[in-house]
């Protein structure tokens, strides 16, 4: 469609508001039009020997009363140019944020935060100045122009003639603006994301910027990109200094008087058609200026829109299917076949993933182990649709994972992941996320299941204590104890513990397994982990090694045979040398 188009879309949606703007805009520009034809009858009036004086009280109470239609058609075509400027913005920010949320994980591991933010608030907000007043200007200007200059024409078309001559002066003004604005405005826009991507992460990373003792290298490299951006909107102010096509108007009036003063010298033109000519031609001097606001408005504008639509329309989705399989019988198998994933796509020579098969029978304890890198988040990544396998599918309850609707699949999947994300919310608010219906008593067994209900009432406001921004103000075990809560509401028909007790003491972290086991019978558990009595304990173990399996089974068989799992244990446990069990 190209990000005109959808910006164009945007603004007509509000087709009738827009047609109202108009009226009133016309309105508004005729008695502006109007008034100079008004003052120069009261000159013409009094250049009379028998001019009357009541014939001047009725020409100035017309004047009064277009000062007054004009001053309410002002004001409604101002306000609705408001309404519309704030409407688009509003349904633009909510399109890009709803297409965010919808983009694959894939893209938001590329993209920065900070880009997307700017896009989301400054760029719109430039799209919000260019509509309002940007459009009112545009429309404004051009009504002036047409109104005024067909008045001055019906006044002295031989004037008006002489005036036109300047009109390709204006035309190649106004061009090389657009043409010298153009670059400068898209740049400006960049370099405005590129400094706000900055300063997010420089704040999310505080901590690590003050362990190494770094603020003053991350004040250094910030200040270097805020020297970019003020020459950038330097040189963007000389441009639009060079804006010069009000000159031209000034010198055209200067002109006018002359000519119109030798015409009114010869009798071929009244007092009063002279002062109303000028007055017009004075009308003409806002429109210039307004032509080249609008013009860079409208660059700036134009550059931001065609940010947010390129960022908004790049195909990065996980599809969700046309016509979706329903997944009725929940039992929880699971069926990994051939399945080979690469984060850069097909193309990337490295792997992730290769070849990964292993079925899984419904309601078992699964514990997945390996070194790090080796893929294990990542195989808990495909099977909740973040990314799609390059190759081979994933089954559940022997459905292909891709012919399900996404939203069925997650919400029949808890997860904890090792990194928690906590919103800046109530603790009630957290733990009820994927059940924002959830009552307060199915909210606190979730979390005394969760071994969190004792720590949550030990603050003052118990429940409704609102948590830092992600978090930051509870411990780590704190903060996993709520994410379990949280995923335990939800009663899901699969569970995966992405090493989710990293941060628990061992005997909180029995008592959350015996919860978990008692609470998930019949559900089917994923845990990455490293804790040794977990993997014991577990219905199936899988061992893997730069994303290849190397192996799978129950602690008792793979003690015997697998090098690498056996190695897991030696570090922890006092085991006989391998030699020797391999001598039996």
């Given at each position: 469609?190209?990000?005109?188009?959808?910006?164009?879309?945007?603004?007509?949606?509000?087709?009738?508001?827009?047609?109202?703007?108009?009226?009133?805009?016309?309105?508004?520009?005729?008695?502006?039009?109007?008034?100079?034809?008004?003052?120069?009858?009261?000159?013409?009036?009094?250049?009379?020997?028998?001019?009357?004086?009541?014939?001047?009280?009725?020409?100035?109470?017309?004047?009064?009363?277009?000062?007054?239609?004009?001053?309410?058609?002002?004001?409604?075509?101002?306000?609705?140019?408001?309404?519309?400027?704030?409407?688009?913005?509003?349904?633009?920010?909510?399109?890009?944020?709803?297409?965010?949320?919808?983009?694959?994980?894939?893209?938001?591991?590329?993209?920065?935060?900070?880009?997307?933010?700017?896009?989301?608030?400054?760029?719109?907000?430039?799209?919000?100045?260019?509509?309002?007043?940007?459009?009112?200007?545009?429309?404004?200007?051009?009504?002036?122009?047409?109104?005024?200059?067909?008045?001055?024409?019906?006044?002295?078309?031989?004037?008006?003639?002489?005036?036109?001559?300047?009109?390709?002066?204006?035309?190649?003004?106004?061009?090389?603006?657009?043409?010298?604005?153009?670059?400068?405005?898209?740049?400006?826009?960049?370099?405005?994301?590129?400094?706000?991507?900055?300063?997010?992460?420089?704040?999310?990373?505080?901590?690590?910027?003050?362990?190494?003792?770094?603020?003053?290298?991350?004040?250094?490299?910030?200040?270097?990109?805020?020297?970019?951006?003020?020459?950038?909107?330097?040189?963007?102010?000389?441009?639009?200094?060079?804006?010069?096509?009000?000159?031209?108007?000034?010198?055209?009036?200067?002109?006018?008087?002359?000519?119109?003063?030798?015409?009114?010298?010869?009798?071929?033109?009244?007092?009063?058609?002279?002062?109303?000519?000028?007055?017009?031609?004075?009308?003409?001097?806002?429109?210039?200026?307004?032509?080249?606001?609008?013009?860079?408005?409208?660059?700036?504008?134009?550059?931001?829109?065609?940010?947010?639509?390129?960022?908004?329309?790049?195909?990065?989705?996980?599809?969700?299917?046309?016509?979706?399989?329903?997944?009725?019988?929940?039992?929880?198998?699971?069926?990994?076949?051939?399945?080979?994933?690469?984060?850069?796509?097909?193309?990337?020579?490295?792997?992730?993933?290769?070849?990964?098969?292993?079925?899984?029978?419904?309601?078992?304890?699964?514990?997945?182990?390996?070194?790090?890198?080796?893929?294990?988040?990542?195989?808990?990544?495909?099977?909740?649709?973040?990314?799609?396998?390059?190759?081979?599918?994933?089954?559940?309850?022997?459905?292909?994972?891709?012919?399900?609707?996404?939203?069925?699949?997650?919400?029949?999947?808890?997860?904890?992941?090792?990194?928690?994300?906590?919103?800046?919310?109530?603790?009630?608010?957290?733990?009820?996320?994927?059940?924002?219906?959830?009552?307060?008593?199915?909210?606190?067994?979730?979390?005394?299941?969760?071994?969190?209900?004792?720590?949550?009432?030990?603050?003052?406001?118990?429940?409704?204590?609102?948590?830092?921004?992600?978090?930051?103000?509870?411990?780590?075990?704190?903060?996993?104890?709520?994410?379990?809560?949280?995923?335990?509401?939800?009663?899901p028909t699969i569970l995966v513990l992405d090493d989710a007790s990293s941060a628990i003491d061992a005997e909180t972290e029995r008592k959350i397994q015996t919860?978990?086991?008692?609470?998930?019978?019949?559900?089917?558990?994923?845990?990455?982990?490293?804790?040794?009595?977990?993997?014991?304990?577990?219905?199936?173990?899988?061992?893997?090694?730069?994303?290849?399996?190397?192996?799978?089974?129950?602690?008792?068989?793979?003690?015997?045979?697998?090098?690498?799992?056996?190695?897991?244990?030696?570090?922890?446990?006092?085991?006989?040398?391998?030699?020797?069990?391999?001598?039996?």
């Amino acid at each position: 469609m190209g990000y005109k188009k959808w910006f164009a879309k945007h603004i007509l949606r509000e087709k009738w508001l827009f047609l109202r703007m108009v009226i009133f805009l016309m309105l508004f520009i005729g008695t502006v039009s109007f008034t100079p034809l008004l003052i120069g009858n009261v000159f013409d009036e009094l250049a009379k020997p028998d001019r009357s004086f009541n014939v001047i009280i009725l020409i100035s109470l017309y004047i009064a009363i277009a000062g007054v239609v004009r001053t309410l058609g002002d004001y409604i075509q101002s306000y609705t140019n408001d309404v519309i400027a704030h409407k688009v913005t509003k349904n633009v920010t909510e399109e890009f944020y709803d297409d965010m949320l919808e983009k694959s994980q894939e893209f938001h591991d590329r993209v920065k935060i900070g880009d997307v933010m700017t896009r989301a608030t400054y760029d719109t907000r430039q799209m919000n100045i260019f509509i309002a007043p940007g459009l009112k200007f545009f429309f404004e200007a051009s009504f002036t122009l047409i109104f005024s200059v067909s008045l001055m024409i019906w006044i002295s078309p031989k004037l008006t003639l002489l005036v036109a001559g300047a009109l390709p002066f204006y035309i190649l003004t106004i061009w090389e603006f657009n043409r010298r604005l153009r670059p400068i405005s898209k740049a400006q826009m960049e370099q405005n994301s590129i400094l706000n991507a900055r300063l997010q992460e420089s704040i999310t990373g505080i901590r690590v910027v003050r362990a190494f003792v770094k603020e003053e290298t991350e004040i250094s490299q910030f200040d270097n990109e805020t020297e970019k951006l003020r020459k950038i909107n330097t040189r963007r102010g000389i441009i639009g200094a060079s804006y010069y096509a009000i000159l031209i108007t000034i010198f055209l009036i200067a002109i006018s008087f002359l000519w119109g003063g030798y015409e009114v010298s010869q009798g071929n033109l009244s007092l009063g058609d002279l002062v109303t000519f000028v007055m017009l031609m004075m009308t003409l001097n806002m429109p210039t200026w307004q032509f080249g606001w609008t013009i860079t408005q409208f660059q700036i504008g134009m550059a931001a829109a065609e940010r947010i639509y390129e960022m908004k329309e790049r195909e990065e989705y996980v599809p969700n299917p046309s016509e979706p399989i329903t997944w009725k019988e929940q039992k929880g198998s699971i069926n990994f076949e051939n399945v080979s994933f690469s984060y850069n796509g097909v193309s990337s020579g490295r792997k992730a993933l290769k070849g990964i098969d292993f079925v899984v029978p419904g309601g078992a304890n699964v514990a997945i182990i390996g070194n790090p890198g080796s893929g294990k988040s990542t195989l808990m990544k495909l099977l909740m649709r973040l990314y799609d396998p390059t190759e081979g599918a994933i089954y559940v309850d022997g459905i292909d994972i891709r012919e399900m609707d996404l939203a069925n699949l997650r919400d029949n999947i808890g997860v904890i992941e090792q990194e928690i994300f906590l919103f800046s919310k109530t603790i009630r608010e957290n733990i009820a996320y994927g059940k924002p219906i959830a009552s307060h008593e199915e909210i606190e067994t979730a979390a005394k299941l969760a071994q969190a209900h004792d720590f949550i009432l030990s603050f003052e406001e118990g429940y409704d204590t609102v948590v830092g921004e992600r978090g930051v103000t509870l411990s780590g075990g704190q903060k996993q104890r709520i994410a379990i809560a949280r995923a335990l509401l939800v009663d899901p028909t699969i569970l995966v513990l992405d090493d989710a007790s990293s941060a628990i003491d061992a005997e909180t972290e029995r008592k959350i397994q015996t919860a978990i086991a008692n609470v998930l019978k019949n559900r089917t558990t994923f845990i990455i982990t490293h804790r040794l009595a977990t993997i014991k304990n577990a219905d199936l173990i899988i061992v893997l090694r730069n994303g290849i399996l190397m192996d799978s089974g129950t602690h008792s068989g793979l003690i015997q045979r697998n090098l690498d799992y056996r190695r897991l244990f030696e570090r922890f446990s006092k085991l006989p040398p391998m030699k020797k069990m391999e001598g039996n």
